[in-house]
């Protein structure tokens, strides 16, 4: 009981450490606890793209903290998995969360500009993103790679990342590769279109600041 009581405390001293610089803008905090995950996280989207980022999984780490900085979202989070077994959840539940962050976030989303696409080149890679923050979430995932590991990590969980946080952020998301050799670049180069086209997408368009964009009145 003893053990419990102080993991416990450790977590929650963990999770008071998250929060996002600064005062005002759009922000949310969500935490998420299961038998196979513990995460918490909480976003700016009117931020700078400072992050702080520990998931477990360095090269997950690393493309979060590309999404913040290309986003100009502020994003902190903590997760703990079960990291033991596979990488599988730990992956899948941080785009639930974040996703869970950035719907909050956008509240009724009356004011933003809702489309948002980028086409991003990293060296001999090009990739395609195209969003539209519709609150109607889907997923076209049009990328291939040529290994199924990067480092320690599954190239199919990728995937799952982009298919979770669409789900919960209420996303239509396109993710194109148009090619690429390199499968740290791919998957880097989709991070990095998702961030740019968010940063598009969920800014507040100053000649309809407080309409919702859409003819039904709501999204």
């Not at 090269?59 to 599988?88: K, N, P, T, V």
């Not at 976030?105 to 004011?111: I, K, N, S, Y």
């Not at 791919?186 to 740019?196: M, N, P, Q, T």
Request: aromatic share 6%.
């Amino acid at each position: 009981m003893a053990r419990k009581a102080v993991r416990k405390s450790a977590a929650k001293a963990k999770e008071a450490d998250l929060t996002t610089p600064g005062t005002g803008g759009r922000r949310a905090f969500v935490r998420r606890a299961t038998k196979e995950t513990r995460i918490a996280a909480a976003i700016n989207l009117d931020g700078t793209g400072v992050y702080d980022i520990r998931t477990g999984i360095g090269f997950l780490d690393h493309m979060l903290e590309q999404l913040s900085r290309h986003s100009l979202i502020d994003i902190s989070l903590r997760a703990e998995g079960d990291l033991h077994i596979d990488y599988h959840h730990t992956t899948e539940d941080s785009g639930i969360v974040l996703g869970q962050c950035l719907s909050l976030a956008l509240g009724d989303r009356a004011g933003i500009r809702r489309y948002g696409a980028a086409a991003i080149p990293m060296d001999e890679t090009l990739t395609e993103v195209a969003l539209d923050a519709s609150n109607r979430p889907y997923l076209i995932w049009n990328v291939a790679f040529s290994r199924p590991k990067l480092g320690t990590m599954d190239t199919e969980l990728f995937k799952e990342w982009f298919q979770a946080f669409a789900q919960l952020g209420g996303l239509t998301l396109h993710v194109n590769n148009r090619y690429g050799d390199n499968n740290h670049h791919i998957v880097e180069s989709c991070f990095k279109g998702l961030a740019r086209a968010l940063r598009v997408a969920c800014e507040i368009d100053p000649r309809q600041s407080r309409a919702v964009p859409s003819t039904k009145g709501a999204l």
